[in-house]
């Protein structure tokens, strides 16, 4: 079975540019998360899916970042414009169900915002 | 209070002894509590989740809960230095949404 697949691995951008992140979700999973996770923190929820409908989006800063899960499957979270406090790894990871399901979590993207 | 907290660490234990983790949640509401393991540069992997009270173990591994008093643990038995990692607390409070502790760094002595 294939994994949560993230892309790109690596981004570097200066402040004030946009970015865009891609996930492809585990396939059957109907829950897809987007995290962020800065360095010597725990991941901190940015948005949730159920299908392609939005579960949770309440820490998501939506003056700069969206997100959309079309057809139910693919994901991307795009961040417009950067700030330097953006520099974190963005975690995609999916589950069967939400919330009481074991979610499997993608390889990640590491962002420099400079 | 946070939602979720754990002792960041580092939590230093020799090769072979019990390393032993805490965290503790505030939402008295809280089902479902997994630990999940996160090596330096590498994303997080469940290692167990528990729902009721009391002992569960797989392995080397056993989760402990108590929803008395809000605090999930999870020993590692014969501890390796290949379990050197940051591990993570996970809790799905009433909201629904999983809330994850900032983690306690482990680091096996060999």
């Known amino acids: 079975e294939a994994g949560v697949a993230q892309s790109p691995r690596y981004k570097i951008i200066e402040k004030r540019q946009s970015v865009a992140f891609w996930c492809n979700p585990i396939s059957g999973h109907a829950t897809l998360y987007w995290y962020q996770q800065i360095l010597g923190q725990g991941p901190k929820l940015l948005i949730q899916?159920?299908?392609?409908?939005?579960?949770?989006d309440s820490q998501l800063p939506k003056d700069r970042f969206s997100a959309e899960r079309l057809k139910g499957v693919d994901s991307t979270l795009k961040i417009q414009p950067a700030k330097l406090e953006d520099s974190a790894v963005y975690l995609c990871a999916s589950s069967l169900r939400p919330s009481t399901d074991t979610q499997y979590f993608g390889p990640g993207t590491r962002l420099t915002v400079l | 209070q946070k939602e979720v907290e754990q002792n960041s660490g580092p939590l230093s234990v020799p090769e072979g002894a019990i390393a032993s983790l805490n965290c503790t949640y505030s939402d008295r509401g809280s089902q479902s509590f997994f630990w999940y393991r996160q090596y330096s540069g590498k994303s997080p992997e469940l290692i167990m989740f528990i729902y009721s009270n009391g002992d569960k173990e797989d392995g080397r591994f056993t989760a402990q809960l108590n929803k008395a008093s809000q605090y999930v643990s999870l020993l590692i038995r014969d501890s390796q230095p290949s379990d050197s990692a940051t591990y993570l607390c996970?809790?799905?409070?009433?909201?629904?949404?999983?809330?994850f502790g900032p983690g306690t760094s482990l680091s096996v002595i060999p």
């Open positions: 899916f159920q299908n392609n409908g939005v579960v949770d």
């Open positions: 996970a809790v799905n409070p009433t909201s629904g949404k999983v809330i």
